[in-house]
């Protein structure tokens, strides 16, 4: 059975298809790279897996159930474009922003207890990041932030992740940094991981595949039909935009 | 410590000290959540209630209390619609509230009461008023504890925060309940002009000098309760209007905040 099952997935926005007939299959632990030019529908596909959108066509199942009807939205998790646009100046703790996403494992009370604090500080290793638990979230460097969203990510120990271009403005050491953690979650945690990215060069040394997006429609694989060259070669030559070799 | 020889002052300090609990520990989620002008128009639009309960002769607070929850309902609802125009719907109900709060005024012959509304009176802080701020005081802070964490989560991204489960629409149709009580409750002591700036104020300079969220809150409640503590017995001895002593008192305190947070810097860089 494959873990993350789309089937003829269509959305479409005010009567225009942003996502049109898309068919996918991911298994456990894959490592999937969604790219493509901006408005090409990847976005929104995460939206529909994440359950967040409903699609006007098709099916999304997660382990074969319906990801509708998924309740405990804690199985996915997700990193949106917008995470870093918060307050810079609110006034909270590393260990406050990852324990909030703790929110459904809370009792009666919505407080942190010790068997929570415990979850927060495995997380935070995991993104190397144990020592800045008490700091504060804005003094913090961008990739620094990003590692936190991804502790704050991890410490429900979802089973999907969903990460829509993690990598915006972040500087290259920062990169280095991020895929390395998140190869950890996914190689070692066999952690299943689908990530929106602009940067095919670098993202094709991480990712087993690679989806391409244009114009609403996926076209899985496209990576073994292409090789990198060819793909430079063709969003230069079009213009940025995606002509795949096959439909299929 | 003569002011506690007075009955009306034990009074007046019971509730201004409750008062000074809920209003900053609401304030500190209202204003990280940027919705600091929400405080303000309740708070004209809880004088509207309160002239309405001139008005027909009821217990002003009761009336307040419910035409603020109402308001704050309506606010929730506009601030969903007009997600791009929240000030707007504001200013909308922040205007209907004070000219229906001029009308029932002028049509109401009690009008003379009025000033304890705007101004805050601690000589009239009547056992009634005790009776009505003791438990819905307790309310609010047991609401808030209980869910800490979801409030914590719709300051920080009310977008995402659905994604850790949070309820988000109950929670805040709760949250706008509780702002609307806790501003109805502050009329006595501070009246209805400075309810807002004791919802500010205080978590103003919490925030100055707080390491967390949780170090926020304490610090907001240490610099509110002082400022209503200092502004009552002052206005005792020097026979001030206590709203206005309690708030000056407030801003003098985050002067004094900000004054030190400058010289800790200063010392530090030349360290």
Redesign the interface.
């Known amino acids: 059975m494959s873990f993350l099952k789309v089937e003829g997935v269509s959305f479409a926005y005010r009567k225009e298809r942003v996502v049109d007939d898309v068919n996918l299959e991911l298994k456990l632990g894959d490592f999937a790279a969604f790219i493509g030019p901006n408005g090409s529908g990847k976005s929104t596909l995460l939206k529909l897996i994440l359950g967040y959108l409903t699609p006007t066509r098709g099916e999304i199942t997660l382990k074969g159930q319906p990801v509708a009807d998924i309740m405990d939205w804690t199985r996915v998790g997700y990193i949106s474009q917008q995470v870093k646009d918060f307050n810079q100046s609110f006034p909270a703790t590393v260990r406050e922003i990852v324990g909030s996403n703790l929110y459904s494992k809370m009792g009666l009370v919505k407080f942190l207890n010790q068997e929570l604090e415990k979850k927060i500080y495995r997380a935070l290793e995991l993104v190397e990041m144990e020592d800045f638990i008490n700091r504060k979230i804005g003094n913090l460097s961008g990739g620094q932030q990003q590692r936190i969203f991804i502790a704050r990510l991890m410490v429900n120990d979802p089973e999907l992740i969903l990460l829509d271009e993690p990598l915006a403005g972040v500087d290259i050491r920062a990169q280095d940094d991020f895929y390395r953690i998140i190869g950890k979650i996914n190689q070692e945690m066999n952690k299943t991981v689908i990530m929106v990215s602009h940067d095919i060069q670098v993202i094709s040394k991480h990712a087993n595949k690679i989806i391409c997006f244009e114009g609403g429609r996926a076209y899985p694989h496209c990576s073994q039909e292409f090789s990198y060259d060819d793909y430079m070669h063709e969003l230069r030559r079009t213009n940025l935009r995606i002509i795949p070799r096959h439909d299929h | 410590m003569e002011f506690l020889d007075y009955t009306f002052m034990r009074r007046a300090l019971l509730a201004g000290n409750l008062v000074g609990v809920i209003a900053p520990l609401v304030g500190v989620f209202l204003n990280?959540r940027?919705l600091s002008l929400i405080g303000h128009t309740l708070s004209h639009v809880a004088l509207a209630g309160v002239a309405l309960g001139l008005f027909l002769g009821f217990f002003p607070v009761y009336t307040a209390i419910i035409v603020s929850i109402l308001a704050a309902l309506a606010i929730e609802k506009l601030r969903r619609d007009y997600r791009d125009y929240a000030e707007l719907s504001l200013a909308i109900i922040l205007a209907a509230g004070l000219g229906l709060a001029t009308i029932l005024i002028s049509a109401s012959r009690q009008s003379v009461g009025i000033h304890s509304y705007l101004f805050g009176s601690i000589s009239l802080v009547g056992t009634r008023d005790i009776y009505m701020i003791l438990p819905l005081a307790l309310v609010i802070i047991a609401v808030i504890?209980?869910?800490?964490?979801?409030f914590?989560?719709l300051?920080?991204?009310e977008?995402?925060a659905?994604?850790?489960?949070?309820p988000v629409r109950t929670l805040n149709i709760v949250f706008m309940v509780i702002v609307s009580v806790t501003v109805a409750l502050a009329i006595r002591v501070v009246g209805t002009l400075l309810i807002a700036s004791l919802i500010t104020i205080p978590v103003a300079a919490g925030?100055q000098v707080?390491?967390?969220?949780?170090?926020?809150i304490w610090l907001s409640l240490l610099f509110s309760l002082t400022a209503v503590n200092l502004g009552l017995i002052l206005s005792f001895y020097y026979n001030l209007a206590p709203g206005g002593t309690i708030i000056l008192a407030g801003v003098v305190i985050l002067l004094l905040v900000l004054l030190v947070k400058k010289i800790w810097f200063m010392l530090r860089r030349d360290l």
């Open positions: 990280l940027r504890l209980k869910y800490y964490y979801g914590f989560y300051a920080f991204n977008n995402e659905w994604l850790a489960g949070v925030m707080a390491w967390s969220f949780k170090s926020t």
